[in-house]
């Protein structure tokens, strides 16, 4: 007999984030956390244009928000874990990010005129359980080693926020809905903590906001949805353990055996190699499209004459 039981989506807040924030229809949202975090005073979110990645466009890879405003390109990701790779995060983004607005704006990278580029801005809002700092700086360069990092050619500057409700950061005070959020994920966060079931924590946690006016208007207005978002059902007999994310920060990993462990390891590198070739038959399709050369897309791509060939 299946037993089903409820839990915290462990992506909950990268999906809330994204729907509060990164919600083409909800732009004003977007153009307040970026006021809030530049300084700045735009008044018209249609200057702002959603460019967030998707994993239907590239595979196994989407990014919490992104857009592009007055000539500059804005990275916002939400994380509930302390993550030193950022940076490198970043710079698949980034690269991806750029490689859209190329295509899109027809852009030629292999010509002799200069392009011009909006300029990037990387963001990432904590607000996991680590409360010992405010703010810090993650660079690329942390990931070389020590004695070339600073004749390093490249840089990739990701700025950490801690948004926990309680480190009343100032950029908490400036944006009032990230507040909100921030004060929502502490609600449910808290409710666990205590012992509740994660669906009754989760509701608690919705009326309680609604009746303190905390993101009222959205939980007012798409309450069902908020609840998909941060529950999900799952059956008990299919899993041998649970590994919630938060548990993971405090070190308390429930795991999968060793084999299996193996196995999913296995599949997800093949995955990800496969996903790689397919990505560079894309990219060599396109080029061959551009009267690039045979010969130079397989060198810019790896892939063997052969394989660049049989793609026409």
């Given at each position: 007999?299946?037993?089903?039981?409820?839990?915290?989506?462990?992506?909950?807040?990268?999906?809330?984030?994204?729907?509060?924030?990164?919600?083409?229809?909800?732009?004003?949202?977007?153009?307040?956390?970026?006021?809030?975090?530049?300084?700045?005073?735009?008044?018209?979110?249609?200057?702002?244009?959603?460019?967030?990645?998707?994993?239907?466009?590239?595979?196994?890879?989407?990014?919490?928000?992104?857009?592009?405003?007055?000539?500059?390109?804005?990275?916002?990701?939400?994380?509930?874990?302390?993550?030193?790779?950022?940076?490198?995060?970043?710079?698949?983004?980034?690269?991806?990010?750029?490689?859209?607005?190329?295509?899109?704006?027809?852009?030629?990278?292999?010509g002799t005129k200069l392009l011009s580029l909006p300029t990037p801005n990387y963001v990432v809002l904590y607000n996991g359980q680590d409360k010992s700092f405010d703010r810090m700086e993650?660079?690329?360069?942390?990931?070389?080693?020590?004695?070339?990092?600073?004749?390093?050619?490249?840089?990739?500057?990701?700025?950490m926020i801690n948004i926990n409700a309680e480190t009343r950061d100032e950029l908490l005070i400036k944006c009032r809905l990230l507040n909100e959020y921030s004060i929502f994920v502490g609600?449910?966060?808290?409710?666990?903590?205590?012992?509740?079931?994660?669906?009754?924590?989760?509701?608690?946690?919705?009326?309680?906001?609604?009746?303190?006016?905390?993101?009222?208007?959205?939980?007012?207005?798409?309450?069902?949805?908020?609840?998909?978002?941060?529950?999900?059902?799952?059956?008990?007999?299919?899993?041998?353990?649970?590994?919630?994310?938060?548990?993971?920060?405090?070190?308390?990993?429930?795991?999968?055996?060793?084999?299996?462990?193996?196995?999913?390891?296995?599949?997800?590198?093949?995955?990800?190699?496969?996903?790689?070739?397919?990505?560079?038959?894309?990219?060599?399709?396109?080029?061959?499209?551009?009267?690039?050369?045979?010969?130079?897309?397989?060198?810019?791509?790896?892939?063997?004459?052969?394989?660049?060939?049989?793609?026409?």
């Amino acid at each position: 007999m299946n037993q089903k039981r409820k839990t915290v989506n462990t992506h909950y807040k990268d999906r809330l984030f994204r729907f509060i924030f990164g919600n083409a229809e909800w732009k004003e949202n977007t153009l307040d956390l970026y006021n809030a975090l530049n300084g700045t005073d735009y008044k018209n979110p249609d200057d702002l244009e959603i460019t967030t990645i998707e994993d239907i466009i590239y595979l196994g890879m989407k990014n919490d928000v992104s857009f592009i405003i007055n000539d500059v390109m804005s990275l916002y990701e939400q994380q509930s874990t302390y993550n030193p790779n950022m940076p490198v995060r970043g710079l698949m983004y980034f690269a991806k990010l750029y490689d859209k607005f190329i295509e899109m704006n027809n852009l030629n990278v292999y010509g002799t005129k200069l392009l011009s580029l909006p300029t990037p801005n990387y963001v990432v809002l904590y607000n996991g359980q680590d409360k010992s700092f405010d703010r810090m700086e993650l660079k690329l360069t942390d990931s070389f080693p020590e004695e070339s990092r600073a004749s390093s050619d490249l840089q990739v500057t990701a700025t950490m926020i801690n948004i926990n409700a309680e480190t009343r950061d100032e950029l908490l005070i400036k944006c009032r809905l990230l507040n909100e959020y921030s004060i929502f994920v502490g609600k449910v966060r808290t409710g666990i903590q205590n012992g509740m079931a994660a669906g009754d924590a989760v509701e608690e946690a919705v009326n309680e906001c609604i009746e303190e006016d905390v993101l009222a208007k959205i939980l007012r207005s798409h309450k069902s949805e908020v609840m998909e978002m941060v529950i999900t059902e799952y059956d008990a007999a299919a899993h041998e353990a649970l590994v919630r994310e938060e548990g993971r920060a405090a070190g308390l990993e429930e795991g999968l055996q060793q084999g299996r462990e193996q196995g999913l390891q296995q599949g997800r590198e093949q995955g990800l190699q496969q996903g790689k070739i397919e990505e560079k038959k894309a990219i060599a399709a396109k080029m061959r499209e551009n009267g690039v050369s045979v010969q130079d897309i397989a060198t810019y791509t790896g892939l063997t004459v052969e394989e660049i060939t049989a793609l026409e």
